[in-house]
């Protein structure tokens, strides 16, 4: 008896692991499938997540038409001449653009349904085209010319030459701004160009060499040989007389001659429209301790003290005019 409750006791444990046994494979089955599962769906979110991605760098829309804005305003700034580039420069943004608006256009028409209108760009980019010659034009090289000749004028520049040595390097300046549109080399350019630079170094070295100082001189002596009082227009003997005897010799010389050059007297009104005093205009003619003669202006006056009278006779020294030959004082 006790060996057959053994022997169902063995049976019974037996069946026991068999079950158990199968319940952990079909566990274990399942997490395997589980694991397998989850890992295509991971493998179709990685799909996923690289497609979508792909297409935002390859098209993002509203992105591509804020370059295009942007280009449009490129080439509208060089229409307008806000910005300056050279031909190479400018040959280069061409191109990029064209590069560019290959993916716009296409874009534009898979997300519009319809081509693009690029006749605005394009009408900008070929007046810019325009900008860029060759050579100069002729009129702009005349008006260039025109604007520096006082610098080739000897007369002129010998008088003025800080003045025709910036009038030399604006053209300079200006050729510099020319060269932004060339093509290539203009050799006439170039040449005009090289004479300017020359005439500037020639105007300084002048200046160096005291050339200006010279010329100076030379006219001082020039118009100290041409200087002559003018003709008198009336004789006072009062007149020559007060400036004989008012003028300051210490500072003027003396007296010479004196000519008066008013036809009569003139008179001056105060602000109440009375007069005021009544003067006559003289030239004179001096000499000084040094031996030099001098070419002085002024006026003989006379204040009015009311009710036509006329107080006494006094000297205005208006400037010296300059050295005069003492040949010429009576001529």
């Not at 979508?52 to 001449?81: I, P």
């Not at 300079?172 to 020319?178: L, T, V, Y």
């Not at 002024?298 to 000297?315: E, I, P």
């Amino acid at each position: 008896m006790k060996k057959v409750i053994y022997a169902l006791m063995v049976c019974i444990f037996i069946l026991s692991t068999i079950s158990a046994g199968a319940q952990i494979g079909d566990i274990k089955k399942g997490a395997a499938k589980l694991k397998e599962k989850a890992a295509g769906n991971e493998k179709a979110t990685e799909t996923e997540k690289k497609t979508t991605s792909g297409a935002t760098t390859t098209v993002d829309f509203k992105e591509l038409e804020t370059q295009k804005m942007e280009w449009t305003s490129t080439f509208e700034r060089l229409e307008k001449g806000w910005d300056k580039i050279n031909y190479e420069q400018y040959n280069a943004k061409k191109a990029e653009y064209n590069k560019f608006y290959a993916d716009f256009s296409a874009a534009y028409k898979k997300d519009q349904g319809k081509d693009h209108n690029d006749d605005y760009t394009k009408k900008l980019i070929a007046k810019v085209d325009g900008y860029y010659t060759e050579t100069v034009p002729a009129e702009k090289m005349a008006a260039l010319k025109e604007k520096v000749k006082r610098s080739f004028d000897e007369k002129d520049w010998t008088v003025y030459p800080s003045d025709r040595v910036k009038d030399i390097e604006n053209a300079q300046d200006q050729i510099e701004g020319m060269k932004i549109f060339l093509i290539k080399n203009d050799p006439a350019l170039t040449e005009y160009e090289k004479t300017l630079q020359e005439q500037k170094e020639k105007i300084n070295l002048y200046v160096a060499n005291g050339g200006l100082e010279k010329r100076d001189a030379e006219i001082e002596k020039k118009l100290v040989e041409e200087r002559r009082l003018h003709a008198a227009a009336m004789t006072d003997a009062s007149v020559n007389a007060v400036v004989v005897s008012k003028i300051d010799k210490e500072k003027y010389g003396t007296v010479l001659r004196v000519v008066i050059t008013s036809g009569t007297w003139e008179i001056e009104n105060n602000e109440l429209g009375k007069p005021k005093l009544k003067f006559v205009r003289v030239d004179i003619a001096t000499k000084k301790a040094d031996g030099k003669c001098y070419y002085v202006k002024g006026s003989v006056a006379q204040k009015h003290m009311g009710g036509g009278v006329y107080g006494d006779k006094y000297l205005n020294i208006y400037y010296t005019e300059g050295e005069m030959n003492c040949n010429n004082v009576n001529e």
